[in-house]
């Protein structure tokens, strides 16, 4: 692997393994008049969050070279997915379009570790259809990938609707068909699915309504905000429910596709980032970029990041992937574009949701393409100025204190030499003589460089990184 000169971008897919991050493809070029998206790239790049320095987060991107032959092929609105215990990655959903006629590649398995990748045969000859812009989830209990939505397309620029689930048992290497009726028989793109924490279900945040097996340019009116209506996959019964969902604040989240949704392991908290308006296909970003939502009550809360200056506003068709670090749970959010028409300066981002009451960004100093920063973090300032401090205080003191005993010394002097008991000859060896012509001894002059010696403080903890709500101490 080389490190690389990043090229921004959006669309890719990303997941993490064995404390790594793996992002693959994505567009790097968007039409400022339509928003239309571009630039296909099919680089996998890396970042090994082991090597972070949370204190001054810089994101040094590797890439992988070359590119796995599996995976030649690149695109965007893509699903990647880490399984099998974190150990290995699904990459799917590219497609091409070449002479008016749609191609939809097979997935692609990856063990990062010995990088190894090979595209999926499908065993078994299940009637698997390929799809892009659904969802993908990994369920541990059935050593399963579940498989859902999005559109599917051979042959020709119309793209169709989705509305089945398969599953691949990654250990059995075997596809089955679950053959089960979705909510009023439609079927979504764009959504984000997660896994409940306990693993019994498999929540559907968001996304674009459709007929099943329609032609994506009519999609279903909008009678209601799917945001609100939340989709529920029970993986047990496979059955399908929905929920209409309430908010504990006067905001109710925008309609949205292309935007990411990621579970705070060990709470029943989701964390719900950015998106693209999904009305009529608009290419717009969505103005309230943050919610998170409650599965024990069903309800939504609009979340104002702390620490929001020079981070982004909002994304859409970024990657979200969580890590814990230093006792600290974050959420690094990759790549993508702030505007319908533009992409996103910042290449990673990472938010702390330790404290689901204060969740805020990582104040840091990366923000380029190559991630580099040079600013001092805030606890560092803090440390510095403290020791300024102490050292002016301990100067002074140094000060009043020679003065103090240079005066004393010269009244002992005019005593001695007046003193008509004395009679003992005087007598200055020559570093004395320097002494006084500097104005004091060679002990004051010990002292006084004693006092020079430079004063040292603590240097901030890694648990201080980053000072700034709720970030005080230190902040996947």
């Given amino acids: 692997m080389v490190r690389a000169a990043v090229q921004l971008r959006g669309g890719g897919g990303a997941a993490i393994v064995n404390n790594v991050i793996y992002y693959y493809g994505g567009y790097t070029k968007i039409n400022v008049t339509s928003g239309q998206t571009g630039g296909d790239v099919n680089d996998l790049l890396t970042l090994d969050l082991s090597r972070l320095d949370y204190s001054n987060l810089t994101y040094n991107w590797q890439q992988v070279t070359p590119t796995p032959s599996a995976l030649t092929y690149g695109g965007e609105t893509l699903n990647v997915v880490s399984f099998n215990s974190n150990s290995q990655v699904i990459v799917n959903g590219w497609w091409t379009i070449t002479n008016n006629l749609v191609e939809i ?9 010995v990088n190894n990748w090979q595209p999926l045969s499908f065993p078994n ?17 059935l050593h ?12 020709s620029e119309t793209f169709t609707s989705m509305p089945y689930v398969y599953l691949y048992d990654y250990i059995q290497n075997q596809f089955s068909f679950v053959n089960s009726r979705t909510p009023n028989n ?21 996304g674009g309504m459709e007929q099943p097996a329609a032609n994506t340019n009519a999609r279903v009116p909008y009678v209601t905000n799917l945001c609100e209506l939340v989709w529920i996959y029970d993986v047990f019964t496979t059955s399908w429910t929905y929920i209409n969902a309430s908010t504990t604040s006067a905001r109710v989240p925008t309609a949205r596709v292309f935007h990411t949704a990621t579970l705070i392991p060990g709470t029943s908290t989701v964390f719900i980032y950015g998106g693209q308006q999904a009305f009529q296909y608009s290419p717009q970003v969505v103005n309230d970029a943050a919610y998170t939502f409650n599965m024990k009550n069903n309800s939504f809360n609009y979340v104002t990041l702390g620490n929001s200056n020079n981070r982004p506003s909002t994304l859409a068709g970024h990657q979200a992937v969580y890590n814990e670090a230093q006792g600290k749970k974050l959420i690094f959010i990759l790549f993508g574009r702030d505007t319908g028409t533009s992409l996103s300066q910042f290449t990673a981002s990472a938010i702390d949701v330790t404290d689901l009451n204060q969740l805020a960004w990582v104040n840091t100093n990366a923000s380029s393409g190559n991630g580099a920063g040079s600013h001092l973090s805030t606890g560092a300032i803090a440390g510095i100025a403290v020791g300024a401090a102490i050292a002016g205080i301990g100067a002074t003191a140094a000060l009043i204190f020679l003065f103090w005993r240079r005066r004393r010394q010269r009244q002992q002097f005019q005593l001695e030499t007046t003193d008509p008991r004395h009679t003992e000859p005087l007598f200055f060896s020559t570093d004395m003589e320097q002494a006084d012509t500097l104005g004091t001894s060679q002990e004051d002059t010990a002292a006084s460089h004693h006092l020079k010696t430079p004063i040292m403080y603590a240097k901030p903890s890694v648990d201080e990184h980053e000072t ?6 230190f902040a996947s």
């Avoid at 000859?125 to 209990?141: E, F």
């Avoid at 896994?195 to 968001?206: A, E, M, V």
């Avoid at 700034?468 to 101490?473: A, E, L, S, T």
């Fill in 105 to 113: 590649f097979n997935p692609t398995i990856g063990t990062p570790a």
């Fill in 125 to 141: 000859n299940a009637s698997y259809q390929l799809a892009t812009s659904g969802g993908i989830v990994d369920i541990p209990s």
């Fill in 144 to 155: 399963s990938l579940w498989f859902f939505g999005g559109f599917n397309a051979q042959g």
């Fill in 186 to 206: 439609l079927t979504i793109d764009g959504f984000a699915p997660v896994l409940s924490d306990d693993g019994q279900k498999i929540y559907l945040f968001c």
């Fill in 468 to 473: 700034g709500k709720p970030y005080d101490h």
